[in-house]
């Protein structure tokens, strides 16, 4: 079942926070109720979202609200949920007339290669052909990988030679989307750090190569962040997205981290939505962003 691969690919997060949530309600003066609030929300790293969530309970506690053992937990529930909008539908629209390019960026390590065999398989799945430009030319054992991930999912690789310009792996990769008729082309692209300046510029190039070739394209440009950095993937998102516009967020690595609940602030932070989680290596490990599920999935205590 698709909740109970995201219950568990949280358990570790689940587990802070029910360790702290333990210490809300029962007989405890407002003081120790906000204490133990800050805690839970500390331990779920949502980030600056603790201090407006913090605030609002301050001021529910003096109107005397929480006074039954299991409200605060009910009214944090709803407010995180609360804001976060749902999911997109679908979540990465698709265009008509040409090839939907993806592109994916983000860096070293953050789990783009693996995200992308990921969203290969979600989009085959739902009837997509799928083609995919090797742009990370830097690492010979970066083609290599993409290329084992494609031979399984029976998806077609562009490549070129280590050290080839990724742009012009993006460019065969536009003709060969187009030629073979493929509706959605996603392109890997090698990590790169925000501050890197030729790097940055390496990708408007490929952006530039790309819509001259289908108009509007990337059609979306996906950040993969680790999601074990927590409150570190959202500075990065904001830095990077001063950079790129960025379409989206893939959250990798949830599973790895008790540090989940930064995926609630990247929305709030930066306005970015976070489209898909990773919830592990395998290609099934991996979900369309849906907030209300995730919150069920951070507090459910049934372990
Ligand atoms: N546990 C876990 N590991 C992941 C996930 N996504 C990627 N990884 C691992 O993270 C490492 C780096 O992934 P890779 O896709 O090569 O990152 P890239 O450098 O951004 O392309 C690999 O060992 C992946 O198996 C995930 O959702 N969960
Ligand atoms: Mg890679």
């Keep these: 079942m698709v909740f109970s691969r995201l219950r568990a690919g949280l358990s570790r997060t689940r587990n802070r926070i029910n360790n702290a949530l ?20 500390y331990s779920a790293d949502v980030g ?3 201090g407006e969530l913090l605030d609002e309970a301050a001021t529910m506690l003096k109107k005397g ?46 789990g783009k290669t693996t995200s992308i065999a990921k969203l290969v398989k979600f989009l085959q ?3 997509q052909k799928v083609l995919v430009a090797a742009g990370d030319t830097y690492r010979a054992a970066a083609v290599e990988q993409l290329s084992i991930w494609c031979d399984r999912l029976g998806a077609e690789m562009v490549k070129s030679q280590q050290g080839a310009d990724p742009a012009s792996v993006a460019h065969d990769g536009a003709d ?41 394209a ?33 959250l990798s690595k949830l599973d790895g981290t008790a540090k989940g609940g930064a995926v609630l602030s990247i929305f709030r932070e930066i306005g970015l939505p976070v489209t898909f989680i990773g ?17 069920e999935a951070l507090f459910d205590p049934k372990d």
């Design 65 to 110: 609200h929480f006074a039954q053992a299991g409200e605060m937990e009910q009214w944090l529930r709803d407010s995180l949920r609360e804001m976060i909008p749902g999911p997109a539908n679908p979540p990465i629209a698709l265009q008509t007339e040409t090839p939907t390019v993806i592109l994916v960026v983000g860096v070293n390590g953050a």
């Design 22 to 41: 333990r210490r809300l309600g029962g007989d405890r003066s407002n003081e120790e109720t906000l204490e133990a609030l800050e805690e839970v929300l």
């Design 176 to 216: 060969a989307a187009m030629a073979r008729k493929a509706d959605v082309l996603i392109v890997d692209t090698a990590g790169r750090l925000h501050t890197q300046k030729n790097l940055m510029a390496e990708l408007e190039k490929i952006s530039r190569v790309l819509s001259r070739k289908i108009p509007s």
């Design 279 to 295: 919830l592990g290596e395998q290609l099934g490990d991996f979900e369309v962003f849906d907030p209300a599920a995730f919150v």
């Design 125 to 127: 799945d739902q009837g």
């Design 48 to 50: 600056p979202l603790a």
């Design 218 to 250: 990337p059609h979306h440009t996906l950040l993969v962040l680790d999601a074990t950095t927590g409150q570190n993937a959202v500075q990065q998102a904001k830095l990077f997205g001063e950079r790129v516009p960025l379409s989206g967020v893939i």
